[in-house]
């Protein structure tokens, strides 16, 4: 049965401007090069969450197990990737 009504939508909606306003913050506050970049990490991700779940409908077909898998497989192939320059260029570990 379809809802009238999409409530999922407009708290991801809301809960999306919230996080938006909440990286805008970094702007406007005078904060560290440290913490701008943890707010703004932290927000970026749970924004991106947001996005996948509520706007994308990741988890609403029967194979959402290996949508699910296939986006924690491209996470940890990123950051495999990122930690593995920063290992090399940055860190000097060859």
């Known amino acids: 049965m379809k809802e009238l009504f999409p409530r999922n939508q407009v708290i991801g909606f809301v809960f ?3 996080l938006t ?3 805008l913050t970094v702007y406007f ?11 703004l ?5 749970i ?3 947001v996005q996948l779940v509520l706007f994308m409908h990741a988890g609403e077909t029967e194979d959402k197990g290996a949508i699910y898998t296939n986006i924690y497989y491209g996470v ?3 950051l495999v990737t990122i930690f593995g ?3 090399c260029m940055t860190w000097g570990y060859i």
Request: charged share 5%; proline share 0%; no cysteine.
């Open 47 to 49: 924004q991106a969450a």
């Open 16 to 18: 999306s401007l919230i």
């Open 76 to 78: 940890i192939i990123a």
């Open 29 to 39: 506050l005078d904060l560290s090069f440290q913490a701008g970049m943890t707010v």
């Open 21 to 23: 306003a909440a990286a």
């Open 85 to 87: 320059t920063l290992l």
């Open 41 to 45: 990490l932290v927000t970026a991700f």
